[in-house]
């Protein structure tokens, strides 16, 4: 079985994305980087484990209980809403569109030479090979701009 789906910022992505050409980013110092994904929930029997092993004073009240309950499905509902949004993708689908975007590319990419090998061995004008050239990556790159 797979863990959690692990959701990305749909817009941050985007923009990463898009300025990859530009200089990288500077790296977040330590005290700023955002705390690491949590673990996967515990389980039931686990829970009950660990509560019948805790001393009397180390039990939580009914109110922080509470508290707790109530921060993480604000959380939970926070997400929901960001996701019905759209602001929200799985990772797992955007690493699977890359992927079949990176393969096509690579497939476009590689073919020119055998769709160009003849014309350009045919051809003695540099003007004309560099058309032919240019023409098959501009064709090649379209084809990965329209997905």
């Known amino acids: 079985m797979r863990g959690p789906k692990r959701l990305i910022d749909r817009d941050k992505a985007d923009h990463l994305w898009n300025s990859r050409g530009a200089r990288p980013p500077k790296a977040i110092p330590r005290t700023q980087r955002p705390p690491a994904e949590p673990a996967a929930l515990p389980t039931a029997d686990q829970l009950r484990s660990v509560v019948a092993h805790l001393p009397e004073d180390a039990i939580p009240g ?86």
């Open 62 to 147: 009914l109110d922080v209980s509470r508290e707790r309950k109530e921060h993480y499905q604000a959380e939970l509902a926070r997400v929901n809403a960001m996701k019905e949004r759209g602001e929200l993708v799985v990772a797992e689908d955007v690493k699977k569109a890359a992927f079949t975007l990176g393969r096509t590319l690579r497939d476009q990419m590689m073919g020119i030479p055998e769709r160009v090998a003849g014309q350009l061995a045919a051809t003695t004008d540099v003007r004309e090979v560099f058309r032919l050239l240019d023409e098959e990556i501009r064709m090649a790159l379209r084809c990965l701009a329209d997905g």
